[in-house]
């Protein structure tokens, strides 16, 4: 089976700095996607490719990658910043499927 | 910038078929730069990815959900179109549709663009 691995949930102090994690294989060959997603809305691509931020969002989300694991970081963390967080990728170079992860609620305090 | 938009019945009987619809404005579906994907979210669960097209037609779905998906494409009326068999409770969730940009030769971008979902639920 495909899989990636994320943190159910994870806090922080308001105004400090979050890392959320995602772990799988094929991390390995592909840089994952970084999704928010809050109550009630669709999910937002934040984070994409090897660290950029598509437009409009803050330049306080920051991607990263080592070997299987992918992170996102907002580096002062805001209060509209609570949500879910998702990351994705492609499986393998073999298929054209996709995985996501189970997400990791980012709770502000 | 695209925008997408999901329709069809919120209430599906259990072994019935599930038909939705995404319509694509702001751009066109034959655009050779995008895939186009269906995603679901089970309530208070987390994202599911189920198949996605191409304008030619080509479809790349779940191979959990395979032997249940069809997922075709109208050009002509710049949208494309989801149908699950079968379904059971289980398949009760939030459905997405949304752009896959498309770089070529097997290399894909995002999930940039994404409707705002419908939710589907299955019950007698």
Known sequence: SYELTQDPAVSVALGQTVRITCQGDSLRTYYASWYQQKPG??????????NNRPSGIPD???????????????????AEDEADY?????????????????????TVL | QLQLQESGP????PSETLSLTCTVSGGSISSSS?????????PGKGLEWIGNI???????????????????????????????????????AIYYCAS????????????????????VTVSS
Do not use: M
Not at chain 1, 41 to 50: D, F, K
Not at chain 1, 61 to 74: E, K, P, V
Not at chain 2, 100 to 119: A, H, I, K, N, V
């Open chain 2, 10 to 13: 919120g209430l599906v009987k």
């Open chain 2, 34 to 42: 995008y895939y186009w994907g269906w995603i679901r979210q089970p």
């Open chain 1, 60 to 78: 306080r989300f920051s991607g990263s990658s080592s070997r299987n694991t992918a992170s996102l970081t907002i580096t002062g963390a805001q």
């Open chain 2, 54 to 92: 191409y304008y030619t037609g080509g479809t790349y779905n779940n191979p959990s959900l395979d032997s249940r998906v069809s997922i075709s494409v109208d050009t002509s009326k710049n949208q494309f179109s989801l149908k699950l068999s079968s379904v059971t409770a289980a398949d009760t």
């Open chain 1, 41 to 50: 809305q669709a999910p937002v691509l934040v984070i994409y490719g090897e």
């Open chain 2, 100 to 119: 896959l940009y498309y770089y070529g030769s097997g290399s894909y971008g995002d999930f940039d663009y994404w409707g705002r979902g419908t939710l």
């Open chain 1, 86 to 106: 998702y990351c994705n990728s492609r499986v393998s170079r073999a298929n054209h499927f996709w995985v996501f992860g189970g997400g990791t609620k980012l």
